[in-house]
């Protein structure tokens, strides 16, 4: 007969079976970027969207409607300053429509660099644009024949390479998302930016600085071109305050988080 001890064994419960191991959470690479507001692009809305288009749509018909007559003007006058600034003008406006109608691409996959590619031939056309009237203006009575054109395009080419080169590095290189409408606390994009501004401002400062200067007579006796300067200074002083409001903002941003 079994003792009283092998009785107490067997009858004992067995002991519960051992608990599997807790399952380990591995992050992936993408949860950092999941929630960072510096690489999460806003995608625009159909009015913001809507408004853009129509604007660089009716600039287009507007210009398009005044073609036959401005071209006859054109060829009537032969003047390769005219034709030059009227081609340029039609090729940035076509430009600016095709970047306000694609607006869409900053939310589309896989469709990054052409929207970067798009954004910097824009602006840089439109900042071309800019600095070569500014430029050939600014020559007064001696901006005429193919010289004082020549000489203008070849300043504005060495502006303007040098912009795009260095917006091309911090795109591509950097990955600094100079294009996109992103969330507000990337402060190298509004830095760059602001650097933008300040120069462009700078300019139009410096032409007004010599319009109340003994150097005044250098500058072209156009009422219109003063007027010209004027605004585009004021247009660049509020772009610039702008850029440093959201700069500072995505400092207090970035603290925050």
Not at 13 to 27: D, E, M, R, T
Not at 131 to 136: D, E, G, K, R, T
């Amino acid at each position: 007969m079994p003792s009283i001890l092998e009785r107490s064994i067997n009858s004992s419960p067995s002991s519960p079976p051992p608990l599997p191991p807790a399952p380990v959470v591995v992050p992936t690479a993408q949860e950092p970027n999941a929630t960072s507001p510096d690489f999460s692009p806003v995608c625009p809305g159909f009015f913001y969207d809507a408004v853009l288009v129509v604007s660089a749509a009716l600039f287009v018909l507007f210009l398009a409607y005044h073609a036959k007559r401005n071209l006859k003007k054109l060829f009537n006058g032969r003047s390769h300053v005219m034709i030059s600034y009227y081609a340029l003008l039609w090729v940035v406006s076509l430009l600016n429509l095709a970047w306000c109608s694609l607006q869409a691409w900053q939310c589309t996959p896989g469709s990054e660099t052409g929207w970067n590619i798009l954004s910097l031939f824009t602006t840089s056309g439109l900042l071309c644009m800019e600095i070569s009237l500014v430029a050939f203006l600014l020559q007064g009575n001696y901006a005429n024949g193919l010289e004082a054109l020549s000489r203008t395009f070849r300043v504005t080419a060495i502006i303007i390479g040098v912009d795009i080169l260095l917006k091309a590095v911090y795109v591509f290189g950097f990955r600094v998302p100079l294009f996109f409408d992103v969330g507000s606390t990337h402060r190298v994009k509004w830095a760059l930016w602001s650097i933008h501004e300040i120069v462009i401002t700078a300019v139009y400062s410096f032409v007004l600085f010599i319009r109340f200067s003994k150097w005044t007579e250098e500058l072209p006796p156009r009422p219109a071109f003063y007027r010209y300067i004027v605004v585009m200074f004021v247009i660049n002083s509020v772009a610039l305050l702008a850029c440093m409001l959201a700069g500072i903002g995505a400092g207090f941003g970035t603290w925050y988080l």
